[in-house]
C-alpha cells in the first residue's frame, strides 16, 4: 500500500475565463419576418439599453457575443421573443428550446465554458434561443388576454402555436440569408408513399 505521500500533488487552475471578449463580429442588423431589433453589442449594455433586455440577451453580451432579438407573434395573437447568436451566413443552425417553467437563459447561464449555446456557436452553428408564452414580455396582440386572461393558455398551446411561429420564422430568416426560398426544401414523401 502507498502512503499519502506518494500521491502525485495536483494543482487547479482555471485554463480560460468564464467571460469573452475577444469575438470578431459583425454588428450589422437583419430584418426578418416578424419583427428583429437588430444586433447589439456589448457597448449597448453601458448605454442602458439592458433594461429592456433579458438576462439571457444580457448575458450573451457580457460574454462577449453577438446578439440579435427577434420578435413573433404566434397564429392565436401572443407575442414571443427570441434571441440568436447570429452567423447570418452559414447553414448550420441549433434551435434550443427551454422546458416548462424555465426561461432560454438555461442555455447560456453556465457561462462561456459549461453552456451549450455557446459551444454550439463557438462550433459554428448560427444559435437560435428559443421562447414560450409563460415568459416576458408575456404581450399579446389580442385585447381580451389582458391581465389575467393572458394566462388562459394550456401546455398545449406551446406546441401548437409557439413552436411552428418561432420555427417558422427561424426558416424565413434563414431562407432570405442564403438566398434560398421554401421551394429549395425537400418536399415531404406523399401519405402512403414507400
Known sequence: ARGASALPRLTLRRVRSVTRWD???????SSSSGQASGSLSSESLADGVDD?????AQLILKAGYPLE????????GYILRMERIPRPGCARVAFFQHGILD?????????????????????GFDVWLGSSRSNP??????????????????LNEL????????????HTVKMREL????????????????
Do not use: C
Not at 182 to 193: L, T, V
Open 159 to 170: 406546441g401548437i402555436y409557439d413552436m411552428p411561429a418561432q420555427l417558422d420564422h427561424l
Open 52 to 56: 429592456e433586455l433579458s438576462p439571457a
Open 69 to 76: 432579438l427577434h420578435t413573433v407573434t404566434t397564429a392565436d
Open 23 to 29: 469575438h470578431d463580429h459583425d454588428h450589422s442588423s
Open 103 to 123: 426561461t432560454s437563459l438555461t442555455w447560456v447561464s453556465s457561462g462561456v465554458t459549461g453552456s451549450q449555446a455557446f459551444a454550439a456557436w463557438d462550433q
Open 137 to 154: 414580455s408575456r404581450a399579446t396582440r389580442d385585447p381580451n388576454k389582458q391581465g389575467l386572461a393572458y394566462f388562459n393558455f394550456s
Open 179 to 194: 438566398g434560398g426560398s421554401s421551394s429549395m426544401m425537400p418536399a415531404a414523401p406523399a401519405a402512403g408513399a414507400a
